[in-house]
């Protein structure tokens, strides 16, 4: 079984350096005949490089049956991993970026069937540096930026201090129903964020907060710092050597 393990983890490595959708679906032809337990040993024969080249091929509307059987743990590591594989057209526009990182985190957090599973994830990515930064940016123009919307007002009930300012949430559920939130949304993650992990939540605006700086320049800052951290965990080989330590964006 050992031997079937690696071999099966190796094919889907070769595949993932070529092309990352084939590989995905190599894995999905293998959950066919492989117990989730099996599976899980195959995921855990991978290195990160594999894993995030995988997982960024997938989203909310395309799953993944290996996002849904990753630790925690590996999927903090794709989200600190990520920001190298980023587009320059991403790394170099404050609204694609936020899009992106919006994207990503819904899709891996989202897609696993138990809120015990979203709370360890979002647990684990924020006890790193470099995830949450990750995992603040969606929120940036959110929590630093006043509401400029006519149509509704969250009262930040939840907020360590009310700067009349910050939008909240304080429960998911009810404020999604009356506003008419959707999943594509971000403020409906920063409300799951909020009912799920209250003490990520309050590291978000910690952060942000602690950022003397607009919301564009702080972004700006964090895409600096997530591409050095992800290069550093990386140990920078060859093939990232082009990725540059600093962006700037556009107007």
């Known amino acids: 079984m050992n031997n079937l393990v690696e071999i099966a983890a190796a094919e889907i490595k070769q595949l993932a350096d070529i092309e990352p959708k084939q590989a995905s679906k190599k894995f999905e032809l293998m959950a066919n005949t492989m117990t989730d337990e099996v599976l899980v040993e195959v995921i855990e024969q991978m290195d990160i490089v594999t894993l995030t080249q995988i997982n960024s091929h997938h989203d909310i509307s395309c799953p993944s049956i290996m996002s849904e059987l990753m630790s925690p743990e590996q999927i903090r590591d794709i989200v600190c ?5 980023w ?8 609204d ?6 919006f994207d990503f985190l819904t899709y891996l957090i989202r897609i696993q069937d138990c809120e015990a599973k979203q709370t360890a994830i979002l647990e684990c990515i924020a006890e790193d540096p470099a995830g949450l930064f990750y995992l603040s940016i969606p929120f940036i123009e959110f929590i630093l930026g006043p509401s400029t919307s006519t149509e509704y007002h969250i009262n930040d009930s939840y907020d360590d201090e009310d700067d009349g300012e910050t939008i909240g949430f304080s429960d998911r559920n009810t404020e999604e129903e009356a506003h008419g939130l959707s999943m594509d949304d971000p403020r409906s993650l920063l409300a799951l964020i909020s009912q799920l992990a209250p003490d990520v939540e309050k590291s978000i605006k910690n952060l942000l907060r602690s950022e003397n700086s607009s919301w564009i320049n702080i972004i700006n800052k964090f895409v600096s710092e997530l591409v050095l951290q992800a290069k550093e965990k990386n140990e920078v080989t ?5 990725v540059d330590d600093m962006f700037s964006f556009l107007d």
């Open 238 to 242: 060859d093939e990232y050597a082009e």
């Open 87 to 94: 587009e320059e057209k991403i790394k170099s526009n404050a």
């Open 96 to 101: 694609e970026l936020i899009q992106h990182t």
């Open 81 to 85: 991993q990520q920001p190298l594989y």
